[in-house]
């Protein structure tokens, strides 16, 4: 049973930093590429960042120079490094993996909550 756990969000002042990360199981996930997404209030989901197999990264304009993805596959853990936050950062965010090839796999996380506010 394939597992996406996240963890590391909550409450954080405007200029602030958090790091959320996200612990597989139950795959393999060296093969997957991992994203961040968030849905805000009222809003539809979004990418934030992704990582692929070769440690290749892609951000949402919105969050470049302020977020870092990354993955150590040793621990099965995806990261993300949020600097300088702002209160549009608000949001559920989800961790996916995804397979891309002849079989295609797609999995998501529960989401955690990100809240920027003073």
């Known amino acids: 049973q394939v597992q996406l756990v996240e963890s590391g969000g909550g409450l954080v002042q405007p200029g602030g930093s958090l790091r959320l990360s996200c612990v597989a199981s139950?795959?393999?996930?060296?093969?997957?590429?991992m994203a961040w997404h968030r849905q805000a209030p009222g809003k539809q989901r979004e990418l934030v960042a992704s990582i692929n197999t070769f440690g290749n990264t892609q951000y949402a304009d919105s969050v470049k120079g302020r977020f870092t993805i990354s993955r150590d596959n040793a621990k099965n853990t995806l990261n993300l490094q949020m600097n300088s936050l702002k209160p549009e950062d608000t949001a559920v965010y989800y961790c996916?993996?995804?397979?891309?090839?002849?079989?295609?796999?797609?999995?998501w996380g529960q989401g955690t909550q990100v809240t920027v506010s003073s």
């Open positions: 996916n993996a995804e397979l891309r090839g002849t079989l295609k796999l797609n999995y």
């Open positions: 139950g795959m393999r996930f060296s093969i997957f590429t």
